[in-house]
């Protein structure tokens, strides 16, 4: 690809958006956007997920935890503080940018001690680590406490979280295709290979940890200024479940297997409201069926295109 | 002359639990030598490789590469100063296909940087093209250039111990330590496998340390070999001292194969 056709490409796409986003907002059914709107904040927190359940094979449980230090961050900056954020032509992106930095630090803090030790150590840790963070809003009065944080500014829409969305995936497809994605996957798997061909794994784990969060804590700016309204709960153990439900049904490091994940995880509980009260039950079968059906998840270790592709062109 | 490459272990012991699995190990292996490992089931040869590589800390010992200390260097560390090694148990990754696993050891020479990465700049490409087709030279010494696009893990058990070599090669190492390389070869594949393993080492002036099980093999390529037994060195010398070694001769008769 020649640089002449990716800023044309670039702006075609940031022009469709926008255009999207006047449309959406002019004409459809508010309830509709809102799903779209989750669909596009639940992609961000699976595909970034990803890249340490999936691909470098660590089992973390504490994304809503790095989602909430994102959220609470931002809010800080736009709702708390006396910065006028809605002047620049950025808008809230400044404010995302450092809930996603706060989140990144969060990550590296908690994953330097943590992912130098084996096995399910992390799980533990991230578990701990995300229920820590919940009980610390709860307690800050100044962010709302357990009441919650009314009055953010509403400027999220279609355009920030498929912008940042866009920009996860393609930084996730790159990083993966690359010589830093090799040494993240060889974590996966064979640990004692990789050590032994000089690749750093606690480094490496540490690296995918601190994207991760990054992301994680984008998708939390996203949503806190698309809801209005956040509260501790809105990160609790729950919600990382369901991300970890988003990796591990679309295939442990496949990036499109996330990215359906979290479609199918965000759309299913929708299209079942027509059952009523049983519409988790449903959802937890469906589930169950599905990982009954394809144990690898749906996409498997492959990415979308692969499926598409003739024998023997790999 | 070449000079790096030359490797000297001292004293090197540890014990697991009360097992003394390696006890007082020395050995010397001077640049480009072909040097062989043997000694019956249990004798402690791959406890020796892992605390070579930094698997494990040693209770005791000193290693040597070329004038600077590797003790409690951390495995990686020791990969970057120049010592590579296969697994008797193989240990590929198995989900990445055969030129990645190879591409994979060149990532400590730092191609390029995570910017290139995700600005996809042309070093990244060039880098990319490079570490490639240096890989694709490595499998084609080790006669798997057909395979680079199978999943590792669909390899057959020979190949399988062929591409942990060609990786190995692609740290760039002084000192190569193979560890049964032939292990579950047929003796036509072991006996090409041996000349595989001597051109290697004239083709990248690499000091290589081989564990093999049947002596007749190791004598026929190593300049010199050492026995262990018991986590103990009980011979060290010339392919024919070694052959006429009384101790040596007791231990591999003691031990039913
Ligand atoms: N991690 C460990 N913990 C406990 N004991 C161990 C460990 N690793 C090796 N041993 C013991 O140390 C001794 C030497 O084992 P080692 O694997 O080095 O032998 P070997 O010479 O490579 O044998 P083989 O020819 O079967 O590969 C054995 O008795 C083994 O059971
Ligand atoms: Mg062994």
Same mark, same amino acid.
């Not at chain 1, 979290?262 to 027509?274: D, G, I, Q």
């Given at each position: ?28 059914? @508010? ?72 989140? /990144? ?23 701990? *680590? ?12 100044? =962010? ?5 944080? $009314? ?19 393609? *930084? ?22 990789? %050590? ?8 490496? +784990? ?5 994207? #991760? ?16 309204? =956040?509260? $501790? #709960? ?40 027509? *059952? ?9 079968? #469906? ?10 998840? =749906? ?10 592709? +003739?024998?023997?062109?790999? | 002359?070449? #000079? ?16 003394? /699995?390696?006890? +007082? ?5 001077? $640049? ?24 494990? @800390? ?21 990969? !970057? ?47 990319? !093209? ?74 990248? !002036? ?5 564990? %093999? ?25 010339? $392919? !024919? %001292? ?16």
């Amino acid at each position: 690809m020649t640089k002449w056709t990716f800023w044309v490409g670039t702006f075609v796409a940031v022009a469709a958006l926008w255009g999207i986003n006047y449309s959406l907002e002019e004409y459809a059914n @508010p309830y509709i956007v809102r799903v779209i709107i989750n669909c596009g904040i639940a992609l961000i927190l699976g595909l970034s997920l990803n890249l340490v359940n999936g691909c470098a094979g660590q089992f973390s449980l504490g994304h809503a935890g790095f989602m909430g230090i994102g959220a609470y961050t931002s809010i800080l900056l736009t709702t708390l503080s006396n910065i006028d954020f809605f002047q620049s032509p950025m808008g809230i992106g400044w404010a995302v940018v450092a809930g996603g930095g706060a989140a /990144a630090l969060a990550g590296y803090l908690v994953g330097l001690p943590s992912l130098r030790l084996r096995g399910d150590y992390l799980a533990i840790v991230t578990l701990g *680590f995300g229920e820590i963070i919940r009980i610390f809003f709860l307690n800050m009065e100044f =962010i709302g406490g357990a009441r919650g944080m $009314p009055g953010i500014p509403r400027e999220s829409n279609f355009f920030w979280v498929y912008l940042w969305a866009a920009v996860t995936f393609i *930084f996730m497809y790159r990083l993966i295709r690359s010589s830093t994605g090799r040494a993240i996957l060889s974590i996966r798997e064979n640990e004692i290979a990789a %050590e032994a061909m000089g690749i750093d794994v606690a480094r490496y +784990k540490v690296v995918a940890f601190v994207i #991760s969060s990054f992301f994680a804590g984008i998708a939390g700016g996203l949503f806190a200024h698309y809801q209005g309204f =956040i509260d $501790p #709960s809105t990160f609790n153990f729950n919600r990382s479940v369901e991300v970890v439900i988003m990796v591990v049904m679309g295939g442990m490091g496949s990036f499109t297997g996330a990215a359906l994940g979290a479609l199918l995880v965000t759309l299913l509980p929708e299209l079942l409201r027509v *059952f009523a009260e049983y519409r988790m039950v449903i959802f937890s079968a #469906s589930l169950v069926a599905v990982m009954l059906w394809r144990p690898m998840g =749906i996409m498997g270790h492959k990415e979308i295109w692969h499926f598409f592709k +003739k024998k023997g062109e790999a | 002359m070449n #000079s790096v490459g030359h490797f000297k272990v001292q004293d090197l012991s540890i014990s697991f639990g009360g097992l003394k /699995a390696v006890s +007082k190990f020395n050995l010397e292996l001077k $640049p480009m030598s072909l040097t062989g490992l043997i000694g019956p089931n249990g004798a402690g040869k791959t406890t020796v490789f892992n605390l070579v590589t930094g698997v494990y @800390p040693p209770d005791n010992g000193t290693l040597d590469l070329d004038g600077s200390n590797l003790n409690g260097k951390e495995p990686c560390q020791i990969a !970057k100063a120049g010592i590579a090694r296969t697994f008797q148990n193989i240990r590929l990754c198995g989900e990445m296909t055969v030129l990645e696993n190879v591409m994979l050891s060149y990532h400590m020479k730092k191609p390029y940087s995570l910017l290139d990465t995700l600005l996809r700049t042309p070093k990244f490409y060039a880098q990319e !093209k490079k570490v490639t087709e240096e890989a694709m030279a490595l499998l084609k010494v080790m006669k798997l250039d057909s395979k680079a696009q199978s999943l590792s893990r669909s390899l057959s058990y020979g190949n399988q111990r062929r591409l942990e070599i060609a990786r190995a090669l692609g740290t760039s190492p002084r000192v190569l330590l193979l560890d049964e390389p032939a292990a579950g070869l047929n003796s036509q594949e072991k006996v090409e496998l041996m000349h595989t393993i001597a051109e290697i080492r004239d083709k990248f !002036k690499v000091t290589v340390l081989l564990i %093999e099980h049947d002596m007749k093999l190791v004598m026929g390529i190593c300049e010199r070999i050492t026995v262990l037994d018991h986590g103990e060195v009980i011979a060290e010398g010339l $392919p !024919k %001292e070694i052959r006429e070694n009384k101790k040596v001769i007791e231990a591999y008769l003691g031990v039913s194969e």
